[in-house]
């Protein structure tokens, strides 16, 4: 019989003392710190004085009104219905392109913009051209009543414009500037007082400015050939 030796393999034993001891993981280093790429926008999000947070600044690129507006009166109107009250607003506007152009309209609406929306449309719609000097006065003097409002209208040469009340703004967006004016009534409705400037300056419309302008010359030369003749 033949015998095989065998050789049994032993399994490394570690001694007693490194039992339990934390083995070292050999050290890697850190990769190099690498700086994200700047974005497409520039330093947008920087905050600061410094900061590139700031948009450019854009200019006022609104047309200016061909014509100029403004409030003269505003009220609450009150309507009483069978279910109860609806309020609704009033307003009265003057409008004017300050070259002779001016009008006066009305509008009411339950919300106060619309309401002026409505007074600027009446407004440009009964829009009157003014029959004014070279001077921007007007050639004679002129009165018109409206409602309870009665208003005088006259030149005043060298001394601006001398009114009140929505008179003033009437004569001003008229674009007029050697006038004075005199309410005579008394009235304290602004709407009607501006109805009245109005209809006074309305009654321009038939003067002619040149005829007027040659006899004030003909007057002239003849009062200078009666003084030389004394």
């Known amino acids: ?29 850190a990769p190099a710190f690498t700086p994200r790429p700047p974005r497409e926008g520039g330093d947008r999000g920087r905050r600061g004085r410094g900061g590139g947070n700031r948009r450019p600044q ?12 403004k409030i003269v009166s505003l009220r609450r109107v009150t309507r009483v219905m069978g279910g109860g009250r609806r309020f609704s607003f009033s307003v009265a506007v003057v409008v004017g392109n300050r070259k002779g152009s001016v009008g006066v ?15 600027f449309r009446d407004a440009k719609k009964n829009m009157i051209k003014v029959n004014t000097t070279k001077n921007m006065s007007i050639p ?14 006259r030149p005043a040469k ?30 304290k409705n ?13 009654k321009l419309e038939n003067t002619k400015i040149r005829n007027y302008d040659a006899n004030i010359r003909i007057t002239q030369t003849n009062d200078t050939n009666k003084n030389s003749l004394v």
């Open 1 to 29: 019989m033949t015998t095989e030796n065998t050789t049994i393999e032993k399994e490394p034993t570690t001694p007693i003392e490194n039992v339990g001891a934390k083995t070292e993981t050999p050290k890697t280093e």
């Open 105 to 119: 309209g009305q509008g009411k609406a339950a919300d106060t913009p619309l309401a002026i929306d409505k007074a």
């Open 190 to 202: 602004s709407a009607n007082n501006a109805y009245a400037a109005i209809e006074a300056l309305r």
């Open 58 to 69: 854009r200019r006022d690129s609104r047309v200016k009104p061909e014509f100029d507006q």
């Open 158 to 187: 060298g001394k601006g414009i001398l009114a009140g009340s929505s008179v003033r703004t009437v004569l001003e967006f008229a674009g007029l500037t050697e006038v004075g004016a005199k309410l005579y009534s008394r009235s």
């Open 140 to 153: 004679h003097e002129t009165e018109a009543k409206y409602a309870a409002s009665w208003v005088k209208i």
